[in-house]
């Protein structure tokens, strides 16, 4: 059984740091791609990042310069180096994999950031 279990959230004050991490088990072939993603209260989930397995990358234009994604393909792991966080970055962060036109999930950790 996939599984996709995340780290790292926490509460911060505006201009902090996060490190998201993501791990994968239960799965022997790389994910094709992987991503970030995050759901606000009252509001749809939304792409945050991706990262292909030859490591092209994609951002959402609001975390763009501010957020960096990235994998280890042997490992199946993907982080999230989140700089300069502001308060409408809070949301719960999910990360995802794709293999086989399947996409699994993790169960979220929140992030939250407040003065």
């Known amino acids: 059984q996939v599984q996709l279990v995340e780290s790292g959230g926490g509460s911060v004050q505006p201009g902090g740091s996060l490190r998201l991490s993501c791990a994968a088990s239960?799965?022997?072939?790389?994910?094709?791609?992987m991503g970030w993603y995050r759901q606000a209260p009252g509001k749809s989930r939304e792409v945050v990042s991706t990262?292909?397995?030859?490591?092209?990358?994609n951002y959402a234009d609001s975390v763009k310069s501010r957020f960096t994604i990235s994998r280890d393909n042997a490992k199946n792991t993907v982080s999230l180096q989140m700089n300069s966080l502001k308060p409408e970055d809070t949301a719960v962060y999910y990360c995802?994999?794709?293999?086989?036109?399947?996409?699994?999930w993790g169960q979220g950790t929140q992030v939250t950031v407040s003065s």
């Open positions: 990262i292909t397995s030859g490591g092209g990358t």
């Open positions: 239960g799965i022997i072939f790389s994910f094709n791609a």
């Open positions: 995802s994999g794709e293999l086989h036109s399947r996409y699994y």
